[in-house]
């Protein structure tokens, strides 16, 4: 008995309490037929009491409904009605991945939509150039705000009091020998970007790779994300990637409509 409860204890606190009811109406999603608490927990690992009572509640509140047979349970209507609203919300990604398209194809060059986060910038979608030689920042990965064109056009969006609070907590770390790594020079940068509504990154994250990155904004003004294209020297130089300039501008704009309607 003991070891039994120990092992349901284990199961518990492996998975966080508000996953829990989210993987079970994930497995049954991926079934094409009733399932049965059971069923459902077989890819989930939850001890079998809480498996019982979170499909029994799940019944109560209208999100599962009993199949025939009294023993499995199928989507309810709310479950139902809840699904095809995330998928027709989802109209917001498409036409920001619609829009990245368009611009990379017109520039040849990878372009990147990239929203700030704890951890640094996050590429959160972009499209690829159809050059076989890139640089491999995939969808996911974080990069330093304070060497990036993407993290210097979010910074230069902050109030000048809170850029100086950001740049203050950063660590500066060197990526390469043009990296910033005085907060004087920094904060020089950022007031200058400020002013001119782009940045660039000169070989200062990666050596063999210049960007550059102009702010998306909503209805208000607000920066939302940073909107850039990058490419190795050996084929995009910074000159040429300023002249990409007046593209990405116009599809920062075409983003604001999209996403802020």
């Not at 079934?31 to 077989?42: I, L, Y």
């Not at 330093?144 to 910074?155: D, E, N, R, W």
């Not at 001119?196 to 102009?214: I, K, N, P, S, W």
């Not at 910074?238 to 075409?254: F, I, N, T, W």
């Amino acid at each position: 008995m003991s070891t039994s409860g120990n092992q349901q204890t284990d199961a518990d606190a492996r998975i966080p309490t508000n996953m829990r009811t989210l993987l079970l109406l994930e497995a049954l999603g991926h079934g094409d037929k009733a399932m049965t608490p059971t069923e459902m927990n077989a890819s989930v690992g939850l001890p079998k009491q809480t498996v019982h009572r979170l499909c029994t509640t799940l019944e109560a509140e209208g999100f599962l409904v009993r199949d025939g047979d009294g023993k499995g349970y199928r989507a309810a209507r709310r479950t139902r009605l809840m699904s095809a609203g995330l998928l027709h919300a989802s109209w917001a990604n498409i036409a920001r991945h619609q829009v990245l398209s368009e611009i990379a194809k017109t520039v040849g060059e990878t372009v990147n939509y990239v929203v700030p986060e704890e951890a640094g910038m996050r590429y959160l979608d972009r499209v690829d150039t159809d050059w076989s030689f890139r640089i491999q920042l995939p969808v996911g990965t974080n990069v330093p705000f304070h060497c990036t064109a993407s993290g210097k056009v979010f910074m230069a969006s902050l109030t000048p009091k809170a850029r100086v609070a950001f740049v203050t907590a950063l660590t500066l770390s060197g990526h390469t020998r043009k990296t910033h790594v005085s907060a004087e020079a920094l904060m020089a940068e950022l007031k200058q970007i400020a002013k001119q509504g782009y940045a660039e990154d000169d070989e200062e994250f990666l050596d063999d790779m210049v960007a550059v990155a102009v702010p998306i904004r909503d209805l208000t003004g607000r920066y939302v994300a940073s909107l850039a294209v990058h490419g190795p020297t050996q084929r995009m130089s910074l000159s040429h990637a300023r002249d990409m300039l007046p593209v990405l501008q116009s599809g920062a704009e075409k983003l604001r409509d999209a996403l802020f309607v």
